[in-house]
């Protein structure tokens, strides 16, 4: 559904995203991640038309971004990472505004996106806190039924209960067929939610997963507080684990899901004193490719 | 051209025009007011007391009599290109720039409108401000005068003053909203929005004053007709061609330019 290929797009500055590579298929949540600057939004950018790539191409439902954005819209959604409304109207009066110009032909799903959401759209969207804008930004988004969805940080600003509807909403509309791609910050959003996630870090695509692999791939932490340190670390040492001493007294082993049953086994050749399992989150992992190559 | 979007531009709006449209209304009934048939020899005389470097900077004429004449000399002269050209400034930089530069344009782009769409209904709420703001006037001039001195305003002299003053604004209009298309900060927009117009009306002024610097005047789209001299009969067609022709390109050039554009939003 969203195609991206070769997509550069390059600043005067220098920075932006460079030869990025990716699709999001029919029906699939799309996490998109990554640090501050590396270029989230500005692949957004490229796939909304606002901005013209350099070279490669970017298409959403098989037509061109950049020409054919105005037929694009007719089936998307779009929170953007920084919402800003049309100044001095209230919450109604910008909701209808949008749907007379979208030409969208009922409000059910208005209703019912702002019953969910608990919005008030009476006052001006200027007194609103951020939180009711970031509602009103995401039933703005969503009202029209679109089949693809752009979700740029579409969290922020919402509080715990509000972000679990919103993962509801999303779980709902992924059950419905949608496509859609969301950057976010917030882990444990990601995990509930994608299928896959890209990770992005200096313009550049560092990796590209579905979630369950990552998931797999993380790394269990075992700190074991051995009665003989010396001859502990050596046992495990020769079976192939890495072992780093935290403590005078107790050694940790990273351990990947395969090797668990050779670890145990592994560990019981020697007498334990203590034992604590530390799980590494989705969070660690992502953090592992957040530092990567910066330096 | 969308009409749901007009019709949005008009009630965000309205007001601004409605502002202007009151302080100029307010201009031209005090300058009516002020019109004296019998006794136009004691305002000469009166102006004789200034300058005439400073009353030909400000284009008042010391040849007039009739009441068209004078309006077209003291109101048309200055203050008819001065306080539109603020609302075009004004108005120019909210259309665009200012909706880019706070991100708020991304939700008109967020629908299935293209940016020629966009930008054309901007545009067309721009130049149509600008015609109702003088048909309005036009309106006032007629109503009030016939009121204070029925029968002295020569209505087809005073209608073809106002349609040349309107296209000289709507100039001023389409080079605010293209540079208002142009960039993407208010800063930018605003500054050459602005400064372009002021350097025109500046240019005016200076050229009226003194004959050396004649060729000022005739550099600055005000200065490419005399207000006095159309009251008189002059025919300034050609002018009109070339303030339309102005519209038009600066028009297209906005369109064209925003469309291509990068957008930060």
Redesign the interface.
């Known amino acids: 559904m969203i195609e991206v290929k070769k997509l550069t797009l390059k600043y005067p500055s220098g920075k932006g995203v460079f030869e990025l590579d990716f699709s999001v298929k029919k029906g699939e949540v799309m996490g998109y991640l990554g640090p501050n600057g590396a270029g989230k939004t500005t692949t957004i950018?490229a796939l909304?038309?606002?901005?013209?790539p350099n070279s490669g191409s970017c298409t959403i439902g098989g037509l061109d971004c950049s020409s054919k954005?105005?037929?694009i819209?007719?089936t998307?959604g779009?929170i953007?990472g920084?919402?800003?409304?049309?100044?001095?109207m209230n919450g109604n009066e910008?909701l209808r505004?949008?749907h007379?110009?979208?030409?969208t032909k009922d409000t059910d799903r208005q209703k019912q996106l702002i019953e969910m959401f608990e919005l008030d759209p009476k006052g001006k969207i200027k007194k609103f806190s951020k939180g009711m804008k970031q509602k009103l930004g995401i039933i703005?988004?969503f009202m029209h039924n679109p089949d693809v969805l752009i979700l740029d940080e579409p969290t922020s600003g919402l509080d715990p209960l509000m972000q679990n509807r919103f993962v509801e909403l999303i779980l709902r509309e992924k059950a419905k067929g949608k496509t859609i791609l969301m950057s976010s910050h917030i882990f444990e959003e990601v995990e509930k939610t994608c299928d896959n996630v890209l990770i992005i870090k200096d313009g550049r695509i560092v990796k590209e997963s579905d979630v369950q692999t990552l998931k797999n791939s993380q790394r269990k932490g075992f700190t074991i507080k051995p009665a003989d340190i010396a001859s502990a670390s050596q046992l495990l040492q020769n079976a192939g684990f890495e072992v780093c001493n935290t403590a005078d007294d107790a050694i940790e082993v990273f351990v990947t899901g395969e090797n668990i049953d050779r670890f145990i086994k592994a560990a019981a050749q020697f007498t334990i004193l203590n034992f604590d399992v530390k799980t590494q989150s989705l969070e660690d992992i992502f953090m592992q490719f957040y530092g990567r190559e910066g330096k | 051209m969308s009409f749901t979007l007009l019709k949005t531009v008009l009630k965000k709006n309205w007001t601004l025009l409605l502002i202007f449209f009151g302080v100029l209304t307010m201009y031209m009934t005090i300058m009516i007011s002020m019109y004296n048939p019998n006794d136009m020899e004691a305002l000469t005389s009166m102006l004789k007391m200034f300058p005439p470097e400073l009353m030909k900077a400000m284009s008042f004429s010391d040849m007039v009599t009739d009441l068209t004449s004078y309006l077209a000399s003291w109101l048309y002269g200055l203050l008819m290109f001065g306080f539109p050209m603020v609302y075009c400034i004004i108005l120019g930089n909210r259309l665009v720039a200012k909706m880019v530069d706070n991100s708020s344009f991304v939700y008109l782009l967020s629908t299935p409108n293209s940016r020629v769409r966009i930008i054309i209904t901007q545009g067309v709420y721009a130049l149509a401000s600008v015609a109702l703001l003088f048909a309005a006037l036009f309106g006032v001039g007629v109503l009030v005068s016939s009121f204070m001195f029925p029968n002295t305003l020569d209505i087809s002299a005073f209608f073809r003053l106002n349609l040349t003053t309107m296209l000289v604004n709507m100039v001023v209009m389409m080079i605010s909203f293209f540079f208002s298309c142009l960039f993407n900060e208010t800063k930018l927009s605003l500054g050459f929005g602005a400064g372009i117009p002021i350097a025109f009306l500046i240019m005016n002024m200076l050229g009226g004053a003194s004959a050396d610097a004649e060729i000022l005047k005739k550099l600055s789209i005000y200065g490419f007709y005399d207000g006095v001299e159309i009251v008189r009969g002059a025919k300034v067609w050609g002018v009109n061609l070339v303030y339309i022709a102005a519209i038009m390109i600066l028009f297209t050039a906005a369109v064209l330019v925003f469309r291509k554009k990068r957008l930060p939003l």
Request: hydrophobic share 45%.
């Open positions: 950018r909304l038309g606002f901005m013209h954005a105005p037929e819209q007719k998307l779009y953007p920084e919402i800003a409304f049309l100044d001095d910008f505004f949008m007379d110009m979208r030409g703005t988004a």
